[in-house]
C-alpha cells in the first residue's frame, strides 16, 4: 500500500523536469510470484541543466534488482534506492546516457489493480495515473513522452495472447516451454498509456477501412466462449471511428487496435495506445444478460475510450491538474457520439440528470473542487463527476457560446497545434479565442471556481407597452477554500412561449447580449428589456440545460403545466414536468413528516396519463418525463434536515396515485408495447421496453403483482427479466412471487457473476432498514469477493448511495457496518475504498441523529490506524 505522505501537490509548483526519457525498451519475464521487469531508459539531460543535477525517478513499493549506467553496474555510493524513490546521484557528465533498471513484481499479490496485476488468469496493467511507478523507477509524469519497445516472454500455454500498445513485432518461441512477443508503438507517449496484457483469452476480429483507405485490424480479447457477447461492443467500436472521421477528422494512427475485457477493474476502462483495457461489465453484452442500459454503456464507454486516441494520447496533458483536458472533453466527445447514434433530447435529459445525481452533491459539498484543481493530495480522488461531467458541461457551453462553425475551426486548431504534446487547459481555451477572436478570460472562471452557479430570474409583462423585462441575478456559493466568488459567464438559452405554444418573436432587446436565443450573462445583474413581445410569454429557461446551474424562478403551477405540454425545446419541457414531480414530492414528505396525510397533485397526475399516450413523442422520452425524481434526488432538492423515510413514503404514495388514477389507460399502453419479434439493441426497441418497464412500476405501485410476475416468467430478454425482478422486489418485497423470481433468477444466472450483480444491487436497494440484513448475508453469496470492485459496486456500493432508507438507518447500523467494510476493502485495494467513502459526502444536509452517527462514522475511519492516503484525504476532506 502506498504510505501516506500527507503531501500535497500544488499546480503553480509544475516545472520541467531536468531530465527527458526518450526511448524506453521494456522486457518482462512474466511469472506469477516473480516477474522481472528488465528497463532500458534512453535519457538526455535538457538544455541548461547542470550535470550535477540528480536524476529522480519515481517508485511504489519498488525493490531495485539491478542498476546499469551506460553498460556499467551502478557503483553503491552512485544512487540512492528506497521504494518510491530511485536517486541517480552521479549522472555522467554527457547529456545523453543510458540506464538500465532491473525490478521484480508480484502480481498475484497485487490487489490494488494498479501496476501489473492478475485478473482471473490474465496478465494486465493499469497505469493511470501513478501506476507505471509500480512497475518500475521512471519520471512518472505525463509530461514526459517517451517511444516504447516491448519484449513479453510468457508461458507458452498459460498465455498464448501478448499484447502492449502500437504495433506488433517479432514473436517467437523460447526454451522451457516459453514464448516472446515484441510490440512497438511509433507515438512519443506517457507512461500512464503503457499497458501489457498477457493470457489466454478468446477473440472477435474485424477490420476498419480508414478515411485514407488504411486497414486496421481490431480485435477484442474476452473469456473463452464468451466471444459472442462482444459483438456488440465491435460494432460500437467501427462505429466510433467512422464517426470521430465525419464529426472531428480524426483518423486512427495505428496497424493494429486491441480491447481486452477483465473482471477486476477499479473504474470503466482506460484508453492505453492501440490496448484499451476494460472492465467486462463495459464489454460483454447479449439480450439474454446485459439491459438496454448495459448497451446504451457499452456504446459510450467504447467510444470515450476509443476517442481518447486524440483527445488524451495524441494530446496529452502536461499534469494531472490538466486532468479534465482530456476527460472533459472526451466526455464531450461520447455525449455528441450517443446523441448522433440515438435520439438527442433522449441523450440530454440522461446527461442532465446523471448530472445533477453525481456532480452537483460534490459541488455543493465538502469534496467541491473546481473542473481543474489547484491542489491534491491523492490524484486517484480526482477522477470525479466535475472533473468528467462537469467538464463535458463546459466543453460544450463554449461551442454554445461559438456556434457548431467556429467550435470545429478552434478543435482543428487544437489538433493541428499541440499534437504530440502535453498540454494544459489555456491551451485548449486559446484555440477558440484565436478561431473566433473573443476573449474567454471570464468564461474560463468555469475551470478555475468551484461550486454550482445559481441564478434569480425575475419577469415583468407590460400589456400596454408590448415589453417583457427580465431580471437574471447571478451567485456562486462559496465551497471550502473559495469563500468569495467572482462573477461567471453564463450562456442562458432560452425562449419566450406564447399561448399557441410556439416562440415568440421581439423587435429589441437591451441590458444583455442575445444571440441565437442565447442571452450571454456576464454581470451580477442584468435587467434586460425585449420589446415587441405580442402577448405575456411563459419563460422557458436554460432550454437543452446550456448551463450547469440551479435557476429559481417565480413561476406558477399553471405555468409549469403549460411548458410540460409544449415548450417547444424537449429538455425544457422534461424539465417543468420534472419540477412539478419534485415541488409535489417535497411538499408531501413535509407532509409525512408532520404525521399528516400527504394531498396527491390531481393536475399532474393527469398529465402523466396524457404524456403516457402521446404518441407524437417517442417512447423513450415518454419513459424519462413519467420517471419519478430518486429518492436521493429529492433529498437534494429538499437540501437539510433530511428524513429519508418520509421521502420515501411521499414517493410511494405519488407513485400510487398516478399508477391507480390511470390504471386501465397504463395496462393498456402496456400491452401494446409488448415485444413482438426478434430482439434488438436499438434505441427504439429500447425506448419501447423502458416505456413498459416504467408503467409496469406504477401499476405495480397501485397495488398490481401479477402483470411484474407475469413479465419476469415470459420475459425473453435481461432489460424484461432484471425490470420485473426489480419491480417485484421494490414494490412487494417478501412476497412469495418475489421470493421465487429472486431464487429463479440466482439459478439460471449463478455461473455468471457479472450477470449476478444485477441481483445483488435489486436486493441491495430495495427500501427500508431491514436490507441491511440481506446485504450482510448476501456478502456471504459463493459469487460475491470483497476483491472484485465490480462484486463490491453492485451490492455495497449500491446499498449506500441508492438505498436511502437502507443505509441511512435511523440507529446508525448500516453506518457502522459500512465503516467495518470500507476499512477492510481498503487494506487491499484503498483506491476501490476511497470512492466507496464518498457516499458519505452529503452526511451535513441529515436530519440531526442520522448527522451525528455519520460523522461518528467518518471519524471513526479517520482515526483508523496506517490509513492510505486515498481513503484519508477523503474522509478528512469530508469532515472538514
Ligand atoms: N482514463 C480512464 C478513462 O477515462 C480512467 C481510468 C481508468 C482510471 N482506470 C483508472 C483512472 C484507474 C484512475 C485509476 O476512461
Ligand atoms: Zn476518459
Given at each position: 500500500?502506498?504510505?501516506?505522505?500527507?503531501?500535497?501537490?500544488?499546480?503553480?509548483?509544475?516545472?520541467?523536469?531536468?531530465?527527458?526519457?526518450?526511448?524506453?525498451?521494456?522486457?518482462?519475464?512474466?511469472?506469477?510470484?516473480?516477474?522481472?521487469?528488465?528497463?532500458?531508459?534512453?535519457?538526455?539531460?535538457?538544455?541548461?541543466?547542470?550535470?550535477?543535477?540528480?536524476?529522480?525517478?519515481?517508485?511504489?513499493?519498488?525493490?531495485?534488482?539491478?542498476?546499469?549506467?551506460?553498460?556499467?553496474?551502478?557503483?553503491?555510493?552512485?544512487?540512492?534506492?528506497?521504494?518510491?524513490?530511485?536517486?541517480?546521484?552521479?549522472?555522467?557528465?554527457?547529456?545523453?546516457?543510458?540506464?538500465?533498471?532491473?525490478?521484480?513484481?508480484?502480481?498475484?499479490?497485487?490487489?490494488?489493480?494498479?501496476?501489473?496485476?492478475?485478473?482471473?488468469?490474465?496478465?494486465?496493467?493499469?497505469?493511470?495515473?501513478?501506476?507505471?511507478?509500480?512497475?518500475?523507477?521512471?519520471?512518472?509524469?505525463?509530461?514526459?513522452?517517451?517511444?516504447?519497445?516491448?519484449?513479453?516472454?510468457?508461458?507458452?500455454?498459460?498465455?498464448?495472447?501478448?499484447?502492449?500498445?502500437?504495433?506488433?513485432?517479432?514473436?517467437?518461441?523460447?526454451?522451457?516451454?516459453?514464448?516472446?512477443?515484441?510490440?512497438?508503438?511509433?507515438?512519443?507517449?506517457?507512461?500512464?498509456?503503457?499497458?501489457?496484457?498477457?493470457?489466454?483469452?478468446?477473440?472477435?476480429?474485424?477490420?476498419?477501412?480508414?478515411?485514407?483507405?488504411?486497414?486496421?485490424?481490431?480485435?477484442?480479447?474476452?473469456?473463452?466462449?464468451?466471444?459472442?457477447?462482444?459483438?456488440?461492443?465491435?460494432?460500437?467500436?467501427?462505429?466510433?471511428?467512422?464517426?470521430?472521421?465525419?464529426?472531428?477528422?480524426?483518423?486512427?494512427?495505428?496497424?493494429?487496435?486491441?480491447?481486452?475485457?477483465?473482471?477486476?477493474?477499479?473504474?470503466?476502462?482506460?484508453?492505453?495506445?492501440?490496448?484499451?483495457?476494460?472492465?467486462?461489465?463495459?464489454?460483454?453484452?447479449?439480450?439474454?444478460?446485459?439491459?438496454?442500459?448495459?448497451?446504451?454503456?457499452?456504446?459510450?464507454?467504447?467510444?470515450?475510450?476509443?476517442?481518447?486516441?486524440?483527445?488524451?494520447?495524441?494530446?496529452?496533458?502536461?499534469?494531472?491538474?490538466?486532468?479534465?483536458?482530456?476527460?472533459?472533453?472526451?466526455?464531450?466527445?461520447?455525449?455528441?457520439?450517443?446523441?448522433?447514434?440515438?435520439?438527442?433530447?433522449?441523450?440530454?435529459?440522461?446527461?442532465?440528470?446523471?448530472?445533477?445525481?453525481?456532480?452537483?452533491?460534490?459541488?455543493?459539498?465538502?469534496?467541491?473542487?473546481?473542473?481543474?484543481?489547484?491542489?491534491?493530495?491523492?490524484?486517484?480522488?480526482?477522477?470525479?463527476?466535475?472533473?468528467?461531467?462537469?467538464?463535458?458541461?463546459?466543453?460544450?457551453?463554449?461551442?454554445?457560446?461559438?456556434?457548431?462553425?467556429?467550435?470545429?475551426?478552434?478543435?482543428?486548431?487544437?489538433?493541428?497545434?499541440?499534437?504530440?504534446?502535453?498540454?494544459?487547459?489555456?491551451?485548449?481555451?486559446?484555440?477558440?479565442?484565436?478561431?473566433?477572436?473573443?476573449?474567454?478570460?471570464?468564461?474560463?472562471?468555469?475551470?478555475?471556481?468551484?461550486?454550482?452557479?445559481?441564478l434569480a430570474v425575475d419577469a415583468r409583462y407590460s400589456t400596454s407597452e408590448r415589453a417583457l423585462t427580465l431580471t437574471i441575478e447571478q451567485s456562486v456559493p462559496p465551497?471550502?477554500?473559495?469563500?468569495?466568488?467572482?462573477?461567471?459567464?453564463?450562456?442562458?438559452?432560452?425562449?419566450?412561449?406564447?399561448?399557441?405554444?410556439?416562440?415568440?418573436?421581439?423587435?429589441?432587446?437591451?441590458?444583455?447580449?442575445?444571440?441565437?436565443?442565447?442571452?450571454?450573462?456576464?454581470?451580477?445583474?442584468?435587467?434586460?428589456?425585449?420589446?415587441?413581445?405580442?402577448?405575456?410569454?411563459?419563460?422557458?429557461?436554460?432550454?437543452?440545460?446550456?448551463?450547469?446551474?440551479?435557476?429559481?424562478?417565480?413561476?406558477?403551477?399553471?405555468?409549469?403545466?403549460?411548458?410540460?405540454?409544449?415548450?417547444?425545446?424537449?429538455?425544457?419541457?422534461?424539465?417543468?414536468?420534472?419540477?412539478?414531480?419534485?415541488?409535489?414530492?417535497?411538499?408531501?414528505?413535509?407532509?409525512?413528516?408532520?404525521?399528516?396525510?400527504?394531498?396527491?397533485?390531481?393536475?399532474?397526475?393527469?398529465?402523466?396519463?396524457?404524456?403516457?399516450?402521446?404518441?407524437?413523442?417517442?417512447?423513450?422520452?415518454?419513459?424519462?418525463?413519467?420517471?419519478?425524481?430518486?429518492?436521493?434526488?429529492?433529498?437534494r432538492e429538499i437540501g437539510s434536515d433530511i428524513d429519508p423515510d418520509a421521502i420515501l413514503a411521499a414517493r410511494n404514495a405519488l407513485a400510487a396515485a398516478i399508477g391507480?388514477?390511470?390504471?386501465?389507460?397504463?395496462?393498456?399502453?402496456?400491452?401494446?408495447?409488448?415485444?413482438?419479434?426478434?430482439?434488438?439493441?436499438?434505441?427504439?426497441?429500447?425506448?419501447?421496453?423502458?416505456?413498459?418497464?416504467?408503467?409496469?412500476?406504477?401499476?405495480?405501485?397501485?397495488?398490481?403483482?401479477?402483470?411484474?410476475?407475469?413479465?419476469?416468467?415470459?420475459?425473453?430478454?435481461?432489460?424484461?427479466?432484471?425490470?420485473?425482478?426489480?419491480?417485484?422486489?421494490?414494490?412487494?418485497?417478501?412476497?412469495?412471487?418475489?421470493?421465487?423470481?429472486?431464487?429463479?433468477?440466482?439459478?439460471?444466472?449463478?455461473?455468471?457473476?457479472?450477470?449476478?450483480?444485477?441481483?445483488?444491487?435489486?436486493?441491495?436497494?430495495?427500501?427500508?432498514?431491514?436490507?441491511?440484513?440481506?446485504?450482510?448475508?448476501?456478502?456471504?453469496?459463493?459469487?460475491?469477493?470483497?476483491?472484485?470492485?465490480?462484486?463490491?459496486?453492485?451490492?455495497?456500493?449500491?446499498?449506500?448511495?441508492?438505498?436511502?432508507?437502507?443505509?441511512?438507518?435511523?440507529?446508525?447500523?448500516?453506518?457502522?457496518?459500512?465503516?467495518?467494510?470500507?476499512?477492510?476493502?481498503?487494506?487491499?485495494?484503498?483506491?476501490?475504498?476511497?470512492?466507496?467513502?464518498?457516499?458519505?459526502?452529503?452526511?451535513?444536509?441529515?436530519?440531526?441523529?442520522?448527522?451525528?452517527?455519520?460523522?461518528?462514522?467518518?471519524?471513526?475511519?479517520?482515526?483508523?490506524?496506517?490509513?492510505?492516503?486515498?481513503?484519508?484525504?477523503?474522509?478528512?476532506?469530508?469532515?472538514?
Open positions: 500500500m502506498r504510505t501516506d505522505t500527507g503531501q500535497v501537490f500544488k499546480l503553480e509548483d509544475y516545472r520541467p523536469s531536468d531530465y527527458l526519457i526518450e526511448r524506453t525498451n521494456l522486457v518482462f519475464r512474466l511469472d506469477a510470484e516473480r516477474t522481472e521487469v528488465v528497463a532500458e531508459l534512453a535519457v538526455r539531460r535538457r538544455n541548461g541543466v547542470s550535470d550535477d543535477a540528480p536524476l529522480i525517478l519515481d517508485g511504489d513499493g519498488l525493490d531495485l534488482a539491478g542498476l546499469e549506467i551506460d553498460g556499467i553496474a551502478a557503483n553503491a555510493n552512485a544512487y540512492t534506492a528506497a521504494p518510491d524513490q530511485l536517486t541517480i546521484h552521479a549522472v555522467p557528465a554527457d547529456r545523453q546516457f543510458r540506464l538500465k533498471i532491473v525490478t521484480r513484481l508480484s502480481p498475484d499479490t497485487n490487489k490494488a489493480l494498479m501496476g501489473l496485476y492478475r485478473s482471473n488468469g490474465v496478465y494486465c496493467t493499469q497505469c493511470e495515473a501513478e501506476g507505471f511507478r509500480r512497475i518500475t523507477y521512471f519520471l512518472d509524469r505525463p509530461d514526459i513522452l517517451s517511444v516504447y519497445s516491448v519484449r513479453i516472454e510468457a508461458d507458452r500455454d498459460a498465455a498464448p495472447l501478448m499484447l502492449s500498445n502500437g504495433n506488433p513485432g517479432k514473436r517467437s518461441d523460447l526454451p522451457d516451454g516459453r514464448h516472446f512477443a515484441e510490440w512497438h508503438d511509433p507515438h512519443p507517449k506517457p507512461s500512464y498509456l503503457f499497458a501489457l496484457v498477457a493470457g489466454d483469452l478468446g477473440v472477435v476480429r474485424d477490420t476498419f477501412r480508414t478515411m485514407t483507405g488504411r486497414k486496421v485490424d481490431l480485435a477484442i480479447h474476452v473469456e473463452h466462449g464468451k466471444e459472442a457477447r462482444a459483438a456488440y461492443a465491435m460494432d460500437a467500436l467501427k462505429r466510433s471511428m467512422a464517426w470521430d472521421e465525419e464529426k472531428f477528422g480524426r483518423e486512427y494512427d495505428l496497424e493494429v487496435f486491441n480491447i481486452v475485457a477483465v473482471s477486476d477493474f477499479n473504474m470503466g476502462a482506460m484508453e492505453n495506445k492501440g490496448l484499451n483495457i476494460f472492465n467486462d461489465k463495459y464489454v460483454l453484452a447479449d439480450e439474454d444478460t446485459a439491459t438496454d442500459a448495459d448497451f446504451a454503456n457499452i456504446e459510450a464507454i467504447i467510444a470515450h475510450e476509443y476517442f481518447h486516441n486524440w483527445t488524451g494520447n495524441r494530446i496529452t496533458c502536461r499534469d494531472w491538474f490538466q486532468l479534465c483536458l482530456k476527460e472533459g472533453l472526451t466526455v464531450y466527445r461520447d455525449h455528441e457520439f450517443s446523441a448522433d447514434q440515438r435520439s438527442r433530447a433522449v441523450k440530454r435529459i440522461a446527461e442532465v440528470r446523471t448530472l445533477r445525481a453525481h456532480q452537483f452533491p460534490e459541488d455543493q459539498g465538502p469534496l467541491a473542487h473546481p473542473v481543474r484543481p489547484r491542489r491534491y493530495r491523492e490524484i486517484n480522488n480526482f477522477y470525479t463527476a466535475t472533473v468528467y461531467e462537469k467538464g463535458s458541461e463546459v466543453v460544450r457551453m463554449i461551442r454554445t457560446i461559438l456556434g457548431g462553425e467556429l467550435f470545429r475551426k478552434g478543435m482543428d486548431l487544437y489538433f493541428k497545434r499541440h499534437d504530440g504534446e502535453a498540454a494544459t487547459v489555456e491551451d485548449f481555451l486559446r484555440v477558440f479565442e484565436d478561431v473566433s477572436r473573443r476573449d474567454l478570460s471570464q468564461f474560463a472562471l468555469w475551470y478555475h471556481q468551484a461550486g454550482t452557479p445559481h465551497t471550502p477554500g473559495e469563500s468569495r466568488k467572482r462573477l461567471m459567464h453564463i450562456p442562458l438559452a432560452f425562449g419566450l412561449v406564447g399561448s399557441d405554444g410556439k416562440d415568440l418573436d421581439w423587435s429589441a432587446v437591451e441590458g444583455a447580449t442575445v444571440s441565437d436565443g442565447v442571452i450571454d450573462v456576464r454581470k451580477r445583474r442584468h435587467t434586460v428589456r425585449f420589446e415587441g413581445v405580442e402577448e405575456r410569454p411563459c419563460l422557458s429557461l436554460n432550454r437543452e440545460f446550456s448551463a450547469p446551474i440551479t435557476i429559481s424562478a417565480e413561476e406558477t403551477e399553471e405555468d409549469r403545466l403549460f411548458l410540460a405540454r409544449h415548450d417547444s425545446d424537449l429538455f425544457s419541457r422534461w424539465q417543468a414536468l420534472n419540477t412539478l414531480m419534485t415541488d409535489a414530492l417535497i411538499a408531501a414528505s413535509g407532509k409525512v413528516r408532520g404525521g399528516r396525510a400527504p394531498q396527491m397533485p390531481g393536475k399532474l397526475i393527469a398529465l402523466c396519463g396524457e404524456i403516457a399516450g402521446s404518441h407524437e413523442l417517442e417512447p423513450a422520452y415518454r419513459a424519462l418525463a413519467l420517471t419519478l425524481p430518486s429518492e436521493t434526488d429529492i433529498a391507480k388514477e390511470n390504471g386501465a389507460a397504463f395496462a393498456r399502453l402496456y400491452d401494446e408495447l409488448a415485444d413482438t419479434g426478434a430482439f434488438s439493441p436499438d434505441a427504439a426497441s429500447a425506448g419501447k421496453r423502458a416505456l413498459r418497464n416504467v408503467l409496469l412500476d406504477y401499476l405495480a405501485a397501485a397495488g398490481d403483482a401479477e402483470r411484474a410476475d407475469a413479465q419476469f416468467r415470459a420475459a425473453t430478454n435481461m432489460t424484461e427479466r432484471a425490470a420485473a425482478l426489480g419491480v417485484l422486489a421494490n414494490r412487494h418485497p417478501g412476497s412469495p412471487q418475489t421470493l421465487a423470481a429472486l431464487t429463479a433468477f440466482e439459478e439460471r444466472y449463478r455461473g455468471d457473476p457479472l450477470v449476478l450483480d444485477k441481483w445483488f444491487t435489486i436486493q441491495a436497494v430495495v427500501p427500508g432498514h431491514e436490507t441491511l440484513d440481506t446485504v450482510r448475508a448476501l456478502t456471504k453469496h459463493p459469487a460475491f469477493q470483497f476483491a472484485n470492485p465490480n462484486r463490491v459496486r453492485a451490492l455495497i456500493g449500491a446499498f449506500s448511495s441508492a438505498n436511502q432508507t437502507g443505509f441511512h438507518r435511523p440507529d446508525g447500523e448500516s453506518y457502522r457496518y459500512f465503516a467495518d467494510i470500507v476499512l477492510e476493502i481498503e487494506r487491499g485495494n484503498p483506491q476501490l475504498a476511497a470512492r466507496l467513502a464518498t457516499t458519505l459526502r452529503s452526511w451535513r444536509q441529515l436530519e440531526p441523529g442520522r448527522r451525528a452517527l455519520a460523522r461518528e462514522t467518518l471519524q471513526r475511519i479517520a482515526s483508523a490506524e496506517g490509513l492510505s492516503a486515498d481513503l484519508r484525504d477523503i474522509v478528512e476532506r469530508t469532515l472538514a
